[in-house]
């Protein structure tokens, strides 16, 4: 689907990660609850994940031989049972209804996104359309909801829009994730292609939709970190090298650990914090010979979100991983958090996530943005993070101005994550233009999580992952 210079290995998963998983992790998935085509409860909505060709409430479908029928309204969603569109309705109903209010208005706009020229032309019809619809319920949708125009079944290849009666659409008999139109069907090797590169592709969207299945499962993603400290400071080089030392410190069955989507969950819980071990370890930073000296580190978290305020715990990981740590404060700020005063770092689970009684280990939380509540703050951080702050985008960027020109200002190191290059080097252009000193080129991090969320705008590839590259600043004034 790329029509860039990036081609899709910049964004799938390297082989050498292929190295964490059974190549038969399928075989071994299928037995779960989700995956045997039982019926799940609805996902929780915090934790939605679109799939065009799966129940818009479990997310089952062909993928766990699944029988599936189309909203009569819309015919762009699907559900597995009247139970689960019933249950769906009063989420589905304010977009079902714009939509089909703006197909029965003779939508210019609509009606070429149907079959639109080429994908830049489609990628400048899905933000229109997607505009009006919002704009016609009056409001803006969930997330989910909102993905919906760009993410509607249709052709991979020709962009054709499945949602007409005239368009038979059929699915790779592998993934089950894309689709092409009868006239792009010539074979089951037209999905993906037949090199090492379509291959991983159509690998990645079955991770993908594991991955959703088991946060059904589960009621909520797997956050889940190594139970031991090792005895020797340990900076991993790579995902690869955690694995190699800490796969058989996970309080999971070790076939469970063999699984593409329980890794992929993993690290996507862990990559923060082995995000931030790696960053402190750059000789721009700390330097990897003094991380293993740190008896003391704070974090600042900003633009923090409640749904990252609900795993703090894979923070105790970087207690498992630096010994001489006696002294850990993780501080989230954001404006969609609430005040909460320093609390014990594995309050949600004391009894089962335990931490060396050396370590005085916190959290705490903030309200609002981080230069308005920097100075009630008592103690200077390490490190200052923010992950996929966007600043880049319009919508945000004079909202974060403040917050960056206060930094620019300050001699703290600033750790800016992006869900792919780009995105990090659009916001180190603004991060520059408020003042900051770059002392990190944008880059690939090592420690992206590796579970594969869908990409609506199909961006030179089908996918985006967790903190994918990041970049480092400081301020200029220091």
Partial sequence: MS???????????????????????????????????????????????FHPYACLACKRGPFTNTKLFYCAQCRVVKYCCR???????????????????????????????????????????????????NRIKGEQLHTTNAQLVACQPRCRKCLVAGFSPDVDLVTCPKCHDVALCDDCHTDDDAFHGTDDDGRMECENHQISQACTGMVVEQGSPLCLGSD??????????????????????????????????????????LSLPLTILHVLGLSAVLGKNEVPKLDRLVIHLVGASAQEA????????????????????????????????????????????????????????????????????????????????????????ESWRPTVEMLASRDVPFVVTGYNKQEVLNDRKHLEEFGSRVIVEPTENPFRGLRPFPDPSLECSDFIFGNSHFVVTRGSNA
């Fill in 3 to 49: 029509d860039t210079v990036v081609g899709r290995d910049y964004y799938s998963t390297p082989k050498s990660y292929r190295r964490l998983w059974d190549d038969r992790w399928r075989n071994m998935f299928q037995n779960g609850t989700w995956a045997s085509g039982q019926l799940c409860s609805p996902i929780n909505k915090g934790y939605d994940c």
């Fill in 83 to 133: 139970e689960h569109q019933r249950a769906d309705w009063s989420s589905h109903k304010a977009w079902c209804k714009a939509f089909v209010a703006l197909k029965n208005a003779n939508d210019g706009d609509f009606n070429e996104l149907q079959h639109p020229k080429d994908v830049q032309r489609w990628r400048t019809l899905i933000n229109r359309v997607g505009f009006k619809v």
């Fill in 228 to 269: 031991t400290d090792v005895k020797k400071c340990f900076q991993p080089k790579d995902w690869v090298e955690y694995f190699d030392k800490k796969r058989g410190d996970f309080e999971l069955p070790q076939l469970m650990l063999k699984m593409a989507p329980v890794v992929a969950l993993i690290t996507d819980g």
């Fill in 310 to 397: 609900m795993g703090v715990n894979k923070f105790i990981e970087l207690i498992r991983l630096i010994p001489a740590l006696t002294y850990l404060r993780i501080v989230l700020i954001g404006p969609d958090l609430e005040d909460v005063e320093e609390s014990p770092l594995n309050l949600s689970d004391p009894g089962s996530i335990m931490i060396r009684s050396s370590c005085n280990a916190r959290v705490m939380m903030r309200k609002g943005c981080y230069h308005d509540v920097i100075e009630s703050l008592e103690e200077t951080p390490t490190l200052v993070l923010a992950s996929h702050p966007g600043i880049y985008d319009g919508h945000y960027t």
